[in-house]
């Protein structure tokens, strides 16, 4: 079966400092891979998306992904954080047909 | 405004209630869902509508029961709710059934609490 693993619950990061989040999924196919973001109140928005050729995407915000099939990873990175970047964070994995299974989320918070 | 509008944004409930969620997109597009959020889970499908054609039901007590009327429109009505069901429901829709060129757009959700 599919699976979607955010190995962080929590992370705390500076203003201007890099980021990046962890996400490993199991999936025997090809994946379709996504990030959502969720800040609180609100639904989830998509930040990027991976579904086919070049392995490093580029999404709204400043934020990147980078698809490693050999290690079953698509950790979202940003080069410089804003304290408007506190929120919480979804890796998910497309699981046939328009199924995504989604991971548990990791906060950000970002420190001043 | 995300395109995708639910309503009431909180609802409270008690467990011998009966009450209805409300999801509108007009993006134009075919599928929706309805997804459950709990606190320190993951989020869990619960239905999806392909063209007003329910096409999963993810194992979902009957206690919940999705209406699609039209391709603009989903509901999840609600009768004697268990106070584990407390959680935030999130409606979605997509262009396509295939998410392989259509991505998920959420609304904001309803925050419901069974009391």
């Known amino acids: 079966a599919q699976s979607v693993t955010q190995p962080d619950i929590h992370i705390t990061v500076s203003e201007g400092a890099s980021l990046e989040l962890r996400c490993n999924y199991s999936y025997g196919a090809t994946p379709y891979l996504f990030w959502y973001v969720q800040s609180p109140g609100q639904g989830l928005q998509l930040l990027l998306k991976y579904f086919s050729g070049d392995t490093l995407v580029q999404g709204i915000k400043g934020f990147e992904a980078e698809f490693k099939r050999s290690q079953s990873s698509f950790n979202l990175r940003k080069p410089s954080v804003h304290w408007s970047d506190a929120a919480e964070y979804f890796c998910?994995?497309?699981?046939?047909?328009?199924?995504?299974?989604f991971g548990a989320g990791t906060i950000l918070r970002v420190k001043s | 405004e995300t395109g995708v509008t639910q309503t009431p944004r909180h609802l409270v409930m008690g467990m011998t209630n009966k009450k209805s969620l409300k999801c509108e997109q007009h993006l134009g597009h075919n599928a929706m869902y309805w997804y459950k959020q709990s606190a320190k889970k993951p989020l869990e499908l619960m239905f999806v509508y392909n063209f007003k054609e329910q096409t999963e039901n993810n194992s979902v007590p009957s206690r919940f029961s999705p209406e699609c009327p039209n391709s603009s429109h989903l509901f999840l009505h609600l009768h004697t709710l268990q106070p584990e069901d407390s959680a935030l429901y999130l409606c979605a829709s997509s262009p396509s059934p295939k998410l392989n060129n259509s991505p998920l757009h959420f609304g904001n959700g309803t925050r419901l609490t069974v009391t």
């Open positions: 998910a994995v497309g699981a046939g047909g328009n199924k995504l299974v």
